[in-house]
């Protein structure tokens, strides 16, 4: 990152500005420049964030004294100049919130990508079936019903009764993921019920329905409710975090 401090003079008066560049993920460092002082004080960020007023985690890492991604520094004292001006101001403030966020957003998206290439229920199991199992979990891969099309990987809880091994429904966690086969003509629409993909604000007025754009659902029964996602990666990792907190044997 860049760094240089441009007295300007405007009206009779030296406002003192610092100018930052920052490598980010593009090929050419984003330029940050600062206004004002104390409450007034402000960063300013090139990246596609900033150009959106938001604090973004250049601003912030920059505010905390993290110079990792600094491309050059001069004059030597800017950083310590920095901390002078941004003493008091709202974006000092926000900076360490700003960055717990974006550290908690890697750490997710490492969790996640552990997943990448699990397109289908099948290749779910084949990873982790065996694991599932020595957990302690009844693991079931089935096809959904009618009308719906794809399959779920259930998890059922088991306990043992003298030499039995008897499976129970509570606690259940399931793992869907349903293909967009879906035919408008297949589903009785005088039901009053919604088919499945299909979202209640994306009908319109002629009463034709879109095919709803979450393929993946999880559903657990602790708390008799389901979470649908886009991205398969998500809902494995979302599917994972129910697992570790449910129990899956009682004695």
């Not at 100018?19 to 960063?43: A, E």
């Not at 967009?180 to 604000?201: A, I, R």
């Not at 879109?210 to 708390?223: C, I, M, N, Q, S």
Request: proline content about 5%.
């Amino acid at each position: 990152m860049a760094l240089c401090c441009l007295p300007k003079a405007i009206a009779g008066h030296i406002l003192e500005s610092l100018t930052f560049y920052v490598q980010g993920s593009g090929k050419d460092p984003y330029k940050i420049t600062t206004v004002g002082s104390g409450t007034d004080f402000q960063l300013n960020c090139s990246c596609p964030a900033g150009r959106s007023k938001v604090i973004c985690k250049h601003i912030a890492f920059l505010l905390q004294g993290d110079v990792t991604n600094m491309v050059s520094c001069s004059p030597a004292g800017a950083m310590a100049r920095l901390r002078v001006l941004s003493a008091n101001s709202m974006q000092l403030r926000a900076a360490s919130s700003v960055i717990d966020r974006n550290l908690a957003r890697q750490k997710m998206a490492k969790a996640e990508s552990r997943h990448d290439g699990l397109d289908t229920i099948e290749a779910v199991y084949e990873a982790h079936g065996i694991e599932l199992s020595r957990a302690g979990w009844d693991v079931r891969v089935e096809p959904l019903n009618f009308p719906r099309k794809g399959y779920t990987l259930g998890l059922h809880g088991s306990y043992r009764r003298g030499r039995k091994t008897l499976i129970y429904v509570s606690p259940s966690i399931s793992l869907i993921k349903a293909t967009e086969e879906f035919h408008q003509e297949e589903w009785d629409w005088s039901s009053g019920d919604l088919p499945p993909f299909v979202m209640s604000s994306e009908s319109n007025a002629k009463g034709e329905w879109k095919l709803r754009p979450y393929p993946w659902t999880v559903k657990w029964d602790a708390a008799k409710k389901t979470r649908s996602f886009r991205n398969g990666p998500k809902a494995i990792e979302f599917f994972w975090e129910c697992v570790r907190k449910t129990k899956p044997s009682k004695e």
